[in-house]
Nanobody, 125 residues
Framework: VQLQASGGGLVQVGGSLRLSCVASGSTNSNYVLGWFRQAPGKEREFVAAIQFSGRTTRYAPSAKGRFTVSRDNAENTFFLQMNSLKPEDTAVYYC???????????????????WGQGTLVTVSS
């Protein structure tokens, strides 16, 4: 599967952005779709994940209550709605997909074998 992320940009503190990730190629119900981010000088970290089938979602503590992950299987697209953005949310955001862990290791980047190119989110104060 190939992934293409978009939707990043510059936003003020408290603003919102919606990231999109289009998946092309072979997908199946075993896929876990994830969002990760990497801030300058920091390691890549988990943000949110959703099952390709089903409704289960998971969030990092920093994202819970502000971010919402969703999917549109008909369009092979999944989203990250980000509200109440903070300067510490500034990072390159990556979408990713994996089909090995069955949602057991949704937060572990090593399990993801397909990655989008990243989209930059900058939150200015």
């Amino acid at each position: 599967v190939q992934l293409q992320a978009s939707g990043g940009g510059l936003v003020q503190v408290g603003g919102s952005l919606r990231l999109s990730c289009v998946a092309s190629g072979s997908t199946n119900s075993n896929y876990v779709l994830g969002w990760f981010r990497q801030a300058p000088g920091k390691e890549r970290e988990f943000v949110a994940a959703i099952q390709f089938s089903g409704r289960t979602t998971r969030y990092a503590p920093s994202a819970k209550g502000r971010f919402t992950v969703s999917r549109d299987n008909a369009e092979n697209t999944f989203f990250l709605q980000m509200n109440s953005l903070k300067p510490e949310d500034t990072a390159v955001y990556y979408c990713a997909a994996e089909s090995r862990s069955g949602f057991s290791y949704y937060s572990v980047s090593d399990y993801y074998d397909a990655w989008g190119q990243g989209t930059l989110v900058t939150v200015s104060s």
